[in-house]
């Protein structure tokens, strides 16, 4: 089991336990994160998953490909550290991952 630490806009933290492969969009709707409404199920075509993943998660993460880096730049805020989180497998590597929900999501 991993441990993710989801960061609502309104600075309410939500740790959920995420099972190895599910997405990490998976692990946000499951845990009830506001601001992860996942509306295309996670089929990368809408944006509706975005988040700021931060400290040595953007390290572990493969950089986004060629779908979700396109995604990345319609979304409200994009900064570097943007990812769609229906892209995001959880791995025991990201054990620890703390997601920032942006206020765009909100």
Do not use: W
């Not at 199920?41 to 993943?53: D, L, N, P």
Request: include cysteine; hydrophobic fraction near 40%.
């Amino acid at each position: 089991m991993t441990k993710v630490t989801f960061i609502e806009n309104n600075g309410n933290r939500i740790e959920a336990i995420a099972e190895v492969g599910q997405s990490l969009m998976q692990v946000a709707v499951n845990s009830g994160v506001s601001g992860i409404s996942a509306e295309c199920g996670g089929a990368c075509a809408c944006g509706t998953c975005h988040c700021y993943v931060v400290g040595n998660g953007l390290v572990t993460l493969p950089t986004p490909d060629g779908d979700e880096a396109d995604m990345i730049e319609f979304v409200i805020d994009p900064k570097a550290n943007s990812r769609l989180s229906c892209q995001i497998a959880i791995t025991p590597d990201l054990d620890g991952l703390i997601v920032h929900i942006p206020a765009s999501q909100t």
